[in-house]
């Protein structure tokens, strides 16, 4: 039930763009998207709602698509301050958010 | 202002101990949740409370009990600890608790059991 998260852990240079993907074998609700930077917790991101929305916050964007039961993280023109673990949360209809073992993103100067 | 505050920060304790966490949020919000995350980073949730109402129990070991006095508060208490205890525990809020409802999350709690 929990959904995989790929890849495990990515190294960028300033700059560079990055994709993280989420598969959820469940038809899903919604997806959830968290950062979590060492230490600290995790701070949400974006919500993506069942319909094939996608969204954007600044320069990270987010598709969902639930014929694929699958959702993806686009980090464009990345800064340092984009490096930590994102987390992937999928909601199967119980209310309850499962979240993937995270994407570790280190992105260098 | 703090939105979801938790103390202790930190917890180093014996086996066998009892031992509580305290979370309170001032966001107005209606569910509050109990989240674990292991030394793997998994983050699991372990409970959710709706308007002081116990929603979701995650299989948790009743060791652990929260208790929810007011909808601001919602604290855990955890009887008999071991080893595998140990972990960061995250409380977290939201104003739906629906899955369709972004979560704050408190800085947390790390729990050492020796």
């Known amino acids: 039930q929990q959904p995989v998260q790929s890849p495990q852990a990515v190294i960028l240079r300033e700059g560079e763009d990055a994709v993280i993907n989420c598969s959820s074998s469940?038809?899903?609700?919604?997806v959830h998207w968290y950062r979590q930077k060492h230490g600290e917790a995790p701070v949400f991101l974006m919500i993506?709602?069942?319909?094939?929305e996608q969204k954007g916050h600044e320069k990270i964007s987010a598709s969902f698509n639930e014929k694929k039961q699958q959702s993806s993280l686009y980090l464009t023109a990345s800064q340092l301050s984009y490096s930590g673990t994102y987390f992937c949360?999928?909601?199967?209809?119980?209310?309850?958010?499962?979240f993937g073992k995270g994407t570790r993103l280190h992105i260098l100067p | 202002d703090t939105a979801v505050s938790q103390t202790p920060k930190y917890l180093v304790t014996q086996m066998g101990n009892d031992k509580s966490i305290k979370c309170e949020q001032n966001?107005?919000?209606?569910?509050m949740y109990w989240y674990k995350q292991d030394s793997k980073k998994f983050l699991k949730i372990m409970f959710s409370?709706?308007?002081?109402?116990?929603?979701i129990n995650e299989t948790v070991p009743n060791r652990f009990s929260p208790k929810s006095p007011d909808k601001a508060h919602l604290n855990l208490h955890i009887n008999s600890l071991e080893l595998g205890d140990s972990a960061v525990y995250f409380c977290?809020?939201?104003?739906?608790?629906?899955?369709?409802?972004?979560?704050?999350f408190g800085p947390g709690t790390r729990l050492t059991v020796l």
């Open positions: 993506l709602l069942k319909g094939g």
């Open positions: 409370y709706n308007n002081k109402e116990l929603i």
């Open positions: 966001l107005g919000h209606d569910t």
């Open positions: 977290a809020s939201s104003q739906l608790g629906t899955g369709g409802d972004e979560q704050f």
């Open positions: 949360g999928t909601v199967v209809g119980d209310d309850k958010i499962i």
């Open positions: 469940k038809a899903l609700y919604s």
